[in-house]
């Protein structure tokens, strides 16, 4: 079955130009293009829960981060020469408040059967103490989930408990080795091959202290999703103090989360683990995607951008492996080797399609250390001066014409209007129209 409306649609996916992400409306919406009946049953089943839109794509993006950690035999291999990855990923959302987060929460319920199951703690919770955050991935064999929905939280304890953050969130995506000596009763604790995934949301205030500048190479490592609305007032909430007996959403989700602790420990009690691998037709296919994406991005965004570039394929093959551990028969032994169907390959492109283009987003958010070769944006007073002078609601021809007025190339004009609507300073009311938000933010 096929996900795309076009063979135009599909080709798309292998010719990414940074054009289409600096509209912040462009087509960044995952699910939108993603035909749930090419999803594995389960999570097609729930996702149905969602609505249209963001919820649905942040959803999804939970779905596939707490899926790994019940697919703990998946491996695969990845460069040269050649590293051995898990299933984990690392998932981060920045969104405003307001936006409907909450929705991520699904994710977790599906693995409350795997934690009745066992008697094992999943989750590793953010809002603790460094040292006792290090105790519990030790008692967890390195093992689990951190999720922290205020993304800060996660931000002060990785600091207090590691010193620098991007060492840690380095061995987490790489599994390798990592360690802390409590100087308080000189203990060293160490986990040598940790498998852990991450969920971690918060605003774009939050999103800075945790990776600083776009020179801390951090975001090439997580999943990274921009949701640029909030949520409309539903009143359809009071529709919950109708007596029904127990909401659709639960007895789905229990029987989900049944369904998944059952595939969870067939693949614990396995032998072996299981080698995902790409056809040789999808490893060109992959090619020629990032052979082309590279220039294009890297031109657009320096070569700071390039780290996501690279790592973006680990990314999209775990998103891949965890698409096919779900389809195994596990009536049947678990198979040493498996290969990529061509369905779960194509919406492993497509959901990886979107994911760069969110990061490029997201690289927008970030603060910069250092102006760029070109000094484009490097004046922060010239940026100021810009927004100063347009009126309360302007055109994209109103900043065209104010660029060129202060000598602002159009490339550079189009980066700021991008950057200030992921920072909620200007709002874009629709085509080619935009409204300050913050005067005092983008004109001070």
């Known amino acids: 079955m096929n996900n ?29 293009n993603l035909n749930p009946n090419q999803l594995p049953k389960l999570l097609e089943e729930a996702l149905s829960v969602a609505p249209e839109g963001e919820m649905r794509d942040m959803l999804l993006l939970s779905l596939l981060t707490n899926c790994a950690y019940a697919l703990p035999a998946m491996r695969m291999l990845h460069g040269q020469p050649h590293h051995t990855y898990s299933a984990d990923l690392l998932t981060m959302i920045v969104a405003p408040a307001a936006s409907g987060k909450g929705i991520m929460n699904y994710g977790r319920t599906l693995l409350q059967a795997i934690e009745g199951q066992t008697g094992k703690q999943v989750y590793i919770p953010a809002n603790t103490s460094s040292s006792a955050l290090m105790k519990m991935v030790e008692v967890l064999k390195g093992r689990g989930i ?51 995934s991450m969920l971690l949301s918060g605003t774009p205030n939050q999103l800075k202290p945790l990776l600083n500048s776009r020179e801390n190479g951090l975001m090439s490592r997580f999943a990274c999703y921009v949701v640029n609305s909030t949520q409309d007032f539903d009143d359809n909430v009071w529709d919950a103090d109708i007596d029904e007996g127990v909401p659709h959403e639960a007895v789905l989700y229990d029987r989900l989360s049944s369904q998944l602790g059952e595939r969870y420990l067939w693949m614990s009690m396995a032998e072996h683990e299981c080698y995902f691998y790409l056809s040789a037709a999808q490893r060109q296919t992959i090619k020629r995607m990032f052979r082309s994406e590279y220039d294009t991005y890297s031109q657009e965004f320096g070569q700071m951008f390039v780290s996501t570039l690279k790592r973006m394929p680990v990314i999209m093959k775990r998103i891949g492996m965890i698409l096919t551990g779900l389809r195994l028969d596990i009536t049947k032994p678990l198979p040493e080797r498996v290969v990529c169907s061509d369905e779960d390959f194509e919406t492993m492109i497509l959901i990886g399609h979107k994911l760069l283009m969110h990061a490029a987003m997201m690289y927008q958010i970030l603060p910069e250390v250092k102006t760029t070769e070109m000094g484009e944006i490097g004046s922060n007073v010239l940026q100021k001066q810009f927004f100063k002078m347009l009126p309360e609601n302007f055109s994209k021809q109103d900043a065209v014409k104010q660029a060129q007025v202060l000598g602002v190339a159009a490339r550079t004009m189009e980066r700021w209007l991008a950057k200030s609507i992921q920072l909620f300073e200007i709002e874009r009311v629709n085509q080619g129209s935009y409204k300050k938000l913050l005067s005092k933010n983008v004109s001070a």
Do not use: Y
């Open 146 to 196: 951190i999720m922290a929905t205020e993304m800060d939280t996660l931000t002060q304890v990785l600091r207090s408990a590691f010193g620098k953050i991007s060492d840690i969130i380095r061995c987490i995506f790489e599994h390798e080795a990592i360690s802390q000596l409590r100087r308080k009763d000189d203990e060293f604790i160490e986990v040598r091959d940790p498998h852990i």
């Open 4 to 32: 795309f409306n076009s063979n135009a649609e599909k080709q798309d996916l292998l010719n990414v130009v940074p054009g289409d992400v600096r509209d912040i409306a462009a087509n960044t919406l995952i699910t939108t």
